[in-house]
């Protein structure tokens, strides 16, 4: 079982840039798919971005698409999502999730997910 922790998290303004950071209690980056979620308030849990096993490939949501970057850092067991250009619609509580993989595949839906942090706010002032 795998346990993630999520950070990076806070308020900022439209147009500023975060890094979201999901550390690991094991080796992540070689064994799961990841995905980042989020969800607003009054809102179901969406999807934002995915990474297959060994970061071979990636997928984004059109919302953050071209703004938004997952990434993995295998010796720190830690995925990331930079987050550039945030829009107040990206305020949400953002979740990193992992699922077992064995292939190059990326998941979409939450119930593809096995495992998932608590969450980490990101608020987007106008």
């Known amino acids: 079982q795998v346990q993630l922790v999520e950070s990076g998290g806070g308020l900022v303004q439209a147009g500023d840039s975060l890094r979201l950071s999901c550390a690991a209690s094991g080796r992540i980056f070689s064994t799961y798919a990841m995905g980042w979620f989020r969800q607003a308030p009054g809102k179901e849990r969406e999807f934002a971005a995915a990474?297959?096993?060994?970061?071979?490939?990636?997928y984004y949501a059109d919302s953050v698409k071209g703004r938004f970057t997952i990434s993995g850092d295998n010796a720190k067991n830690t995925v990331y999502l930079q987050m550039n250009s945030l829009k107040p619609e990206d305020t949400a509580v953002y979740y990193c999730?992992?699922?077992?993989?064995?292939?190059?595949?990326?998941?979409?839906?939450?119930?593809?997910?096995?495992?998932w942090g608590q969450g980490t706010q990101v608020t987007v002032s106008s």
């Open positions: 999730a992992a699922v077992d993989s064995s292939g190059t595949h990326y998941y979409t839906e939450p119930y593809e997910y096995r495992y």
């Open positions: 990474m297959s096993r060994n970061g071979f490939n990636t």
